[in-house]
């Protein structure tokens, strides 16, 4: 039996929808013992929610003061000191993920498997590589701990209903000091999450100025959905980077995305590609966006815009 440890992502009171995709990719191994790991400060209440999750096997709390805040080099050699038996660790593709699971991989002397997105075996994957436009097999050797991050775009979360044991966890491990919280810079918005938003509406470049972006704020409002943009629009500094969609921004995949004076480069589309449903708005009826997009509309967005706005509001 394989036996995966799944790391807990969690903004210090509550847990992030990422793990609960990363326990339906472990649950795609057959035959497999699942744990997760909840490194934090004061924990209880998280170690507690991820105890809940479907198919979880026991929640290993390290509660500690050094867990305060989600540093990968702080974090890292902790999760190496409870590595030993697993078979698989496992951690979302999302920012936290990226900056972990490498460090681990690295300590463990292994190769890490990154953007898992459909499991074949217990050691063999597929991910997308060249920006989506290749789907790639990886097997990993078996008598060696898979490392690996799950693009959690590709997975739907398992449910809840469990409750599964939480251990507390003492670990003999050497956190390097050089390394050290200064402060976070995030902006605050009563919006969806734009990464776990059901309906998410973005703008690109042709909206000219972080004024003009207000239309897609006020639409995504209307429809209660979460705000991205294009890479094109953060660089031009209509919005911050935070929102910024695709390969070198955030993967994700709502049920509806609305894509507002974006062409679709081939980077933004591989952010929204495991999407449900893609309604384009663009003047530009060669656009690469309508190749991949569900219903489509050629004119002008600072027109068509307010109209689908108020017609919903109303």
Not at 77 to 106: C, E, I, N, W
Not at 130 to 155: K, M
Not at 290 to 312: R, T
């Amino acid at each position: 039996m394989s036996k995966i440890l799944v790391i807990a992502e969690h903004d210090g009171s509550s847990l992030n929808l990422s793990t609960a995709k990363c326990m339906a990719c472990a649950g795609k191994l057959a035959d497999a013992e699942i744990d997760v790991a909840v490194f934090a400060d004061g924990g209880a209440d998280i170690a507690n929610e991820a105890a809940q999750l479907d198919t979880v096997s026991k929640v290993l709390l390290v509660d500690s003061q050094a867990n305060r805040y989600p540093l990968a080099a702080v974090i890292a050699p902790q999760l190496v000191a409870m590595a030993d038996g697993y078979s698989h660790l496992l951690g979302p593709s999302t920012t936290f993920g990226k900056d972990l699971m490498p460090r681990v991989a690295a300590l463990l002397g292994v190769n890490q498997i990154s953007d898992v997105m459909t499991v074949l075996g217990s050691h063999k994957f597929k991910r997308p590589i060249y920006a989506g436009n290749v789907i790639l097999t990886v097997e990993a050797p078996d008598d060696r701990p898979v490392v690996a991050t799950v693009r959690t775009a590709s997975f739907s979360g398992v449910g809840s209903g469990d409750s599964a044991a939480v251990e507390q966890v003492s670990l003999n491990a050497d956190i390097p000091d050089h390394t050290r919280f200064v402060e976070l810079q995030a902006g605050q918005s009563d919006r969806p999450d734009l990464q776990t938003a059901a309906k998410v509406v973005s703008g690109g470049r042709a909206l000219g100025s972080s004024e003009d972006f207000d239309l897609i704020f006020k639409l995504a409002d209307t429809l209660g959905a979460g705000v991205g943009a294009s890479r094109a629009a953060v660089d031009a500094g209509y919005v911050a980077n935070e929102l910024q969609v695709g390969q070198t921004g955030k993967i994700i995949a709502p049920e509806l995305y609305i894509a507002i004076g974006i062409s679709g480069a081939i980077q933004h589309l591989t952010g929204i590609k495991d999407a449900g449903t893609i309604v384009a708005i663009n003047k530009d009826e060669d656009a690469p966006i309508f190749e991949v997009s569900d219903l489509g509309i050629v004119g002008d967005l600072f027109q068509i815009v307010p109209e689908l706005e108020k017609a919903i509001g109303s």
